[in-house]
């Protein structure tokens, strides 16, 4: 397969750069698409591609352009298009490499959605922990602008437009669609209620259209060569386009790699050298923190959308951490509930309160301090967490623990029981937080 | 993968290009300056401003926070909102290097726990903590993004990884950010 979003390649130690992605067939997509196709057409085309959000999502992107089409909104004042490079979802790291190695595919998907969608400027909001890759992508910007394929009449047509970095300070919910907004304006990021969304009142109650990183990646492959060329990239017959996957925790070559979508776990983790050491696994979490566990029973579904719902997990951000038969999978779970309970705005009770109370009963289990009813409570608690709270969260938060109730029950009594971890003594952790 | 995944050479075939596209669709914007107006431009810039000024200091003091505030027309409490919400924000002295040793669970997998209990043997100091040169501190952080690094920390602009977890690395790793820290500032 030839790699669509990492199709320039970096040397080591620096991003593609103008040339490079040029001569890889770069900004091909930006000029038909300026010069020949219509906005409507083109959000035409992103509907007929099969392109969904790699957010976590999976919200179909062409809906998503279409609510633009709207005739509010279009008097002459700003419409926004927004990109989500926060990406702090423990296990996570693919928006990152495309920054690092491929930052012009990135612009151009942007430059051709702006128009698509009639947008009047256009932002990208990073993580600042990024600190590399924003000076890759600065440096990119600035060559982008120099070439004219920014700012002002952009290729010698009537469309300009500009693109500018907004750095965050390093916070899970600026993820949010809605709470990235407000941090944009420089708010405290606590999310908005929607409706009304983004598209009707989005940056500073302008309509605004959010997208991930790598959504906006697939932009330029889906104009070039069409929708039915992007659906057949895929590898099952309900997906689309390539996928960004990576592997990490339990791997023993962790990586990122473009892959057809619908690449089964098994053929990505052997790419990966199988599970660190040569051991057995035990499960996986196969696109972020806030998706269930799958096990070695789940190694050939399609990594995709539809065939992992159907398992009981969601496909999330594709980068998946493998869990060897060496490593807890309630300890796993309460690391995800830390980082939950940490990086929750604390904007309503449910989730503020509610879990660091899941925490604090996982934590129990693991020290062996834990009765039986607890095990009720903890999954009572998880069930209740995400319908009541504001945003999705603590819905996400809720994932892992479904799946570690669907498939390591044994483990959960084992705890019980066995009066603690049964996997080994760990040297003492520090108790940090 | 099948054939149909190769692009047919001069893009897609038995396409009649439209007329160029009207105006009407896609306004111009030459002069946009991006921001709706000067008020919403500085607000924009007030992470920007509070992390200049926590280079500058150390860490955000409350004369930080008032002259942010003066410098992007915020009442000092609007500013706090937003200092005291950000990982990287520091409202307490935390060393002239913090050190942020990401513990989420692809770190955590790869011995997350063994980097930090050596970091704090080597620095003699625990998480939270300051060394008593006021030189280095150590703290937590969430997911860094660099998963297939683990386990790695953020010190200055890098982070670090995958980082060997006995004490001899851990000592040559401190030296190392040291001399980074020191050479980035002309110091030292
Ligand atoms: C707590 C939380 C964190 C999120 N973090 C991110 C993120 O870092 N990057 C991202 O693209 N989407 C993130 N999302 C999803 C966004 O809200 C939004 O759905 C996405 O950016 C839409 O882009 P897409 O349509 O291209 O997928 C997060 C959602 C939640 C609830
Ligand atoms: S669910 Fe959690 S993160 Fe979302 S608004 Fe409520 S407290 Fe904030
Ligand atoms: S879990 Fe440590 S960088 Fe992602």
């Not at chain 1, 932002?123 to 990119?140: G, N």
């Not at chain 1, 990021?189 to 989005?202: L, Q």
């Not at chain 1, 934590?363 to 945003?391: K, T």
């Not at chain 2, 935390?94 to 080597?122: Q, T, W, Y």
Request: proline fraction near 7%; charge should be negative; aromatic fraction near 6%.
């Amino acid at each position: 397969m030839p790699p669509v979003l990492l199709a320039a390649r970096a040397d080591a130690g620096h991003a593609a750069t103008l040339a490079s992605y040029r001569d890889a067939g770069g900004y091909r997509a930006l000029d038909t698409a300026l010069r020949q196709r219509t906005p409507e057409e083109l959000i035409q085309q992103v509907k007929d591609s099969g392109l969904r959000g790699r957010g976590g999502a999976g919200f179909p992107s062409g809906a998503k352009w279409g609510f633009m089409l709207a005739p509010e909104g279009r008097d002459g004042g700003g419409r926004y298009l927004v990109c989500n490079a926060d990406e702090m979802e423990p296990g996570t790291f693919k928006d990152r490499v495309i920054l690092e190695q491929n930052p012009h595919v990135l612009i151009e998907g942007m430059a051709i959605a702006s128009y698509a969608m009639s947008m009047t400027d256009a932002f990208i909001f990073v993580r600042r922990e990024y600190f590399e890759q924003t000076r890759r992508l600065e440096a990119a910007l600035a060559e982008a602008r120099d070439a004219k394929l920014l700012g002002a009449n952009i290729l010698g047509t009537e469309f300009s437009l500009d693109i500018h970095v907004h750095r965050s300070g390093g916070r899970y919910i600026c993820g949010e669609e809605t709470a990235l907004l407000n941090a944009f304006e420089g708010r405290r990021a606590n999310p908005r209620a929607k409706p009304p969304y983004p598209a009707v009142s989005g940056l500073w109650g302008r309509p605004t259209t959010v997208h991930n990183v790598e959504t906006l990646a697939c932009v330029p492959g889906v104009v070039e060569h069409g929708a039915a060329w992007f659906k057949g990239l895929a590898k099952n017959p309900e997906g689309a386009g390539t996928k960004l996957y990576g592997g990490s925790g339990a791997v023993e070559h962790p990586q990122l790699i473009e892959r057809p979508i619908g690449t089964t776990l098994r053929e990505l983790l052997g790419e990966m050298g199988g599970v660190k050491g040569g051991r057995k696994l035990l499960g996986v979490i196969p696109g972020g923190a806030s998706t269930a566990f799958i096990t070695p029973e789940h190694l050939d579904t399609p990594m995709d959308f539809d065939p992992l719902v159907k398992v009981g997990t969601r496909l999330g951000t594709g980068t998946f951490i493998v869990l060897s038969e060496n490593d807890c999978p309630v300890k796993a779970t309460l690391n995800l509930q830390r980082f939950f309970a940490r990086e929750s705005c604390g904007f309503c009770t449910p989730c503020r309160d509610g879990l660091p109370y899941g925490v604090d009963l996982l934590a129990r289990l693991e020290r062996g301090e834990a009765q039986r009813e607890d095990l009720d409570r903890i999954d009572h608690l998880f069930q209740i967490i995400g319908p009541n709270s504001f945003c999705a969260l603590a819905a996400g938060a809720a994932e892992p623990v479904k799946g570690l109730y669907a498939h390591f029950r044994d483990i959960l009594e084992a705890h019980v029981t066995g009066r603690g971890c049964p996997f080994g003594r760990e040297p003492a952790e520090l108790a940090h937080a | 993968m099948s054939a149909a995944a190769t692009p047919p050479p001069g893009g897609v075939p038995g396409r009649t290009p439209p007329a160029p596209t009207s105006t009407a669709a896609a306004p111009a914007h030459p002069q946009r300056a991006l921001w709706p107006d000067d008020k919403a431009k500085k607000r924009e810039r007030i992470v920007d401003v509070l992390w200049e000024l926590q280079q500058q200091r150390g860490f955000l003091d409350d004369e930080a926070i008032r002259i942010a505030g003066r410098e992007c027309d915020l009442t000092p409490h609007e500013v706090d909102e937003v200092a005291t919400f950000y990982n990287l924000l520091l409202r307490k002295p935390a060393g002239r290097i913090p050190i942020f040793v990401c513990d989420s669970i692809s770190c955590e997998l790869n011995g997350a726990a063994a980097l930090m209990a050596s970091l704090a043997r080597v620095l003699g100091i625990a998480p939270g903590e300051v060394t008593a040169d006021g030189r280095f501190g150590l703290l937590p952080i969430v997911c860094l993004g660099h998963c297939d690094k683990a386990p790695c920390l953020l010190a200055g602009e890098r982070v670090l990884g995958p980082c060997a977890t006995d004490d001899d690395d851990v000592r040559n790793l401190v030296k190392e950010i040291g001399d980074a820290a020191g050479a980035a500032r002309g110091t030292r």
